[in-house]
C-alpha cells in the first residue's frame, strides 16, 4: 500500500464545488433521508396527501429492526455473489488520468434474470421472505439508508488512510463534508470488485424490481387477480431496468463513473433513494389504484412505448458513435468536428435537443405515475425526475465547454434546445 501511495501522482484540487458547496452537500445529506421518510410515510393505504403530515410512529424503532437489517445486508450479499460469477464480457473502462483502464465485469443482466428466478422460487416454496419483505418496507428501507450512511464514512476514512490510484475530479477539494458527499476516491474497489460499478446497477436496481414483484404478488393475493394498471406500471419499470442491464457498460462512460467519486450522493441514491422512492407508483397503486379505463391505459402504454423509443435509440447511436463513428448503421447521421479531435452528433435524434435521451426518460417517468390519477404524491418521480435531469444537462453543458471550449458553442448553436424541443 506505500508503494501505491508513493507511485500515486498528486490528485489535482478541485476548485469548483457544486450543490452549494458544503453547505449545500450537509443540507442534502441531511435533509434526502427525511424526503424518502416524508414522501413514503404520506402516502399510505389509509391516505396518500402531501398537505396533511404523515403520521410518525410513536415509537420510532418501528422503523427498524434487525430481521429487517439481515434481510438487507442478506440481499447485497447475494447481488455479491452474483457479481462475482465469471459470466458476461469483462469490459476496459475509460482512461483514467494515468492512462490506465479499469477492467468490469458486465454481468449484471445475468444477474437480473437470475434475482427473478430467484423470487420465482420463494414464490412457489411460499418462503416467508416475500411476505417479510412487503410487511418490513420501512424498516428495510432504514437499514439501506443507515447502511448508505456507514458505507459512505467507511469510503471516505478509507481514501484518507491508503492513498487511492487516483481521487475524483469533482471529489478533491479538501473539505471533508463536500468530499464526503461527492465522493473522493475515483474508483473504489476491493480486489478487483468495483464498489461504485457494483452499487449503480446491481443491489438498488434489482431491488426496486424486486419491490415492485412483491406488491404485485401482494395484489394477487389479496385479490385473486393482477390489477391491470399496477401490472402495466410493474411491466414499464422491469423494462427499463431491464434495459441498464442489458446495456450495463454503458454506465461506463456516464458522469457517475468518469467524474464523481463514490461518496454519499452515490451510495444513498443508488442504495437507497432508488429502490425505496422509484417503487412509489405501484406501492400507491396496490393501495389506492383508481381504475382508469382501458383506453386511458392504453394511452398511458403507448407513451410509455415511445418514451422508451427515444431513449433506448438516443442512448445507442451515441454510444455506437462514441465506439465508431464511422458505424455504418450512423451514415446518415451529420456530426460536427471539435478541437479535441472528438466529433459530436447533430444529426437525427441529436439534431432536435442536446439530451434526447433525457427527453424519452421524461416520457416515461409521466407515463408511470399517470395510471395513479389525481394524487400528487405519485408524481413526485416524474418531478424530482425533470428537476435531476434539468441540473444534470446543465452540468454536462459546463463540463462540455470545457472539454470542447468554442466547439462546443458552435454545437450549442446548430441545435439550440436543450430538452424539449421548441419548449426548453
Ligand atoms: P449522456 O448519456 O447524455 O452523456 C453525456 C455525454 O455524452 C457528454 O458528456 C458527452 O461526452 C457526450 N455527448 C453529449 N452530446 C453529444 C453529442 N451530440 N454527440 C456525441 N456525444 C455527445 O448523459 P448521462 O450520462 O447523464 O445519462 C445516461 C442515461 O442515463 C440517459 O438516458 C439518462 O436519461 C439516464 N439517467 C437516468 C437516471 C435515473 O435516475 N433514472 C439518472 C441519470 C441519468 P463525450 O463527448 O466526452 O463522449
Request: proline letters at 6%.
Amino acid at each position: 500500500m506505500a508503494d501505491r501511495k508513493e507511485k500515486a501522482k498528486p490528485a489535482p484540487k478541485t476548485r469548483e464545488t457544486e450543490f452549494g458547496g458544503p453547505v449545500g452537500a450537509l443540507f442534502i445529506t441531511l435533509s434526502l433521508p427525511l424526503v424518502m421518510y416524508y414522501i413514503n410515510l404520506a402516502c399510505t393505504k389509509a391516505k396518500c396527501s402531501i398537505l396533511e403530515l404523515p403520521k410518525m410512529p410513536k415509537n420510532p424503532w418501528i422503523l427498524f429492526d434487525m430481521e429487517a437489517t439481515l434481510l438487507f445486508f442478506g440481499w447485497l450479499a447475494f447481488q455479491a455473489v452474483l457479481a462475482l460469477v465469471p459470466i458476461g464480457r469483462v469490459v476496459d473502462g475509460q482512461p483514467l488520468q494515468s492512462g490506465k483502464r479499469l477492467k468490469y465485469r458486465c454481468n449484471g443482466f445475468f444477474a437480473f434474470v437470475a434475482s427473478v428466478i430467484a423470487f420465482g422460487i420463494c414464490v412457489y416454496f411460499n418462503v416467508p421472505l416475500v411476505k417479510m419483505v412487503h410487511a418490513k418496507f420501512y424498516r428495510i428501507m432504514t437499514s439501506a439508508i443507515l447502511f448508505s450512511f456507514i458505507l459512505s464514512i467507511f469510503l471516505y476514512i478509507k481514501e484518507r488512510a491508503v492513498a487511492a490510484s487516483q481521487l475524483a475530479p469533482g471529489g478533491n477539494t479538501g473539505n471533508a463534508l463536500y468530499d464526503f458527499f461527492i465522493g473522493h476516491e475515483l474508483n473504489p474497489r476491493i480486489g478487483s470488485f468495483d464498489l461504485k460499478f457494483f452499487c449503480e446497477l446491481r443491489p438498488g436496481l434489482i431491488g426496486w424490481v424486486i419491490l415492485n414483484f412483491v406488491f404485485v404478488l401482494k395484489a394477487y393475493q389479496d385479490t385473486g387477480a393482477f390489477p391491470p394498471a399496477l401490472t402495466l406500471v410493474v411491466a414499464f419499470q422491469t423494462l427499463y431496468v431491464g434495459d441498464a442491464l442489458w446495456f450495463e457498460d454503458a454506465i461506463l462512460t456516464t458522469m457517475d463513473i468518469i467524474h464523481d467519486g463514490f461518496g454519499f450522493m452515490l451510495a444513498f441514491g443508488d442504495l437507497a433513494w432508488v429502490p425505496f422512492l422509484y417503487c412509489l407508483q405501484p406501492r400507491f397503486l396496490l393501495d389506492n389504484d383508481p381504475k382508469l379505463a382501458w383506453y386511458s391505459l392504453a394511452g398511458i402504454a403507448l407513451l410509455n412505448v415511445f418514451g422508451y423509443m427515444i431513449f433506448r435509440r438516443a442512448n445507442s447511436q451515441k454510444n455506437d458513435f462514441r465506439k465508431n463513428p464511422f458505424h455504418p448503421s450512423l451514415a446518415d447521421l451529420e456530426s460536427i468536428p471539435t478541437s479535441s479531435g472528438k466529433r459530436l452528433l447533430v444529426g437525427g435524434l441529436w439534431g432536435m435537443c442536446r439530451k434526447p435521451n433525457y427527453l424519452g426518460d421524461l416520457m416515461m417517468a409521466l407515463a408511470w405515475s399517470l395510471p395513479c390519477g389525481l394524487t400528487l404524491i405519485p408524481y413526485f418521480y416524474p418531478v424530482y425526475f425533470a428537476v435531476l435531469l434539468v441540473h444534470r444537462e446543465r452540468r454536462d453543458g459546463a463540463q462540455c465547454q470545457k472539454k470542447y471550449g468554442s466547439s462546443w458553442n458552435r454545437y450549442c448553436e446548430r441545435v439550440p434546445y436543450r430538452i424539449i424541443p421548441y419548449v426548453y
